[in-house]
Nanobody, 117 residues
Framework: VQLVESGGGSVESGGSLRLSCEAT????????LAWFRQAPGKERDWVAT???????NYKDPVKGRFAISLDGAKNTLYLQMDSLKPDDTAMYFC????????????WGQGTQVTVSS
């Protein structure tokens, strides 16, 4: 199983980015999927989740600005990030788990997002 993120970069405050997480040899549509982020010197932190029924949940600071989605045909998870703020600067990771399991078993390598003021 391999999850490969892309789409990170450097933007100014208020800008947008769309992160992608493509899976190989693994059907994402059968999983609970999430995005996490880790800022320098901080622990990895949950950002958003999408369940197999399409239900989404978001960390409060990103509600209304970020949107998680899955394209089943492309087997790719996305995170659309709008109105970016410097506090969103972090390494972003996608993760997948079978929904009956408590922990995420599969992780991507991360993609860096840097937001300047």
């Amino acid at each position: 199983v391999q999850l490969v993120e892309s789409g990170g970069g450097s933007v100014e405050s208020g800008g947008s980015l769309r992160l992608s997480c493509e899976a190989t040899e693994y059907d994402l549509s059968n999983n609970c999927l999430a995005w996490f982020r880790q800022a320098p010197g901080k622990e990895r932190d949950w950002v958003a989740t999408i369940l197999t029924n399409g239900r989404q949940n978001y960390k409060d600071p990103v509600k209304g600005r970020f949107a998680i989605s899955l394209d089943g045909a492309k087997n790719t998870l996305y995170l659309q990030m709008d109105s970016l703020k410097p506090d969103d600067t972090a390494m972003y990771f996608c993760a997948a788990r079978l929904c009956y399991q408590p922990d995420y078993q599969h992780w991507g390598q991360g993609t860096q997002v840097t937001v300047s003021s």
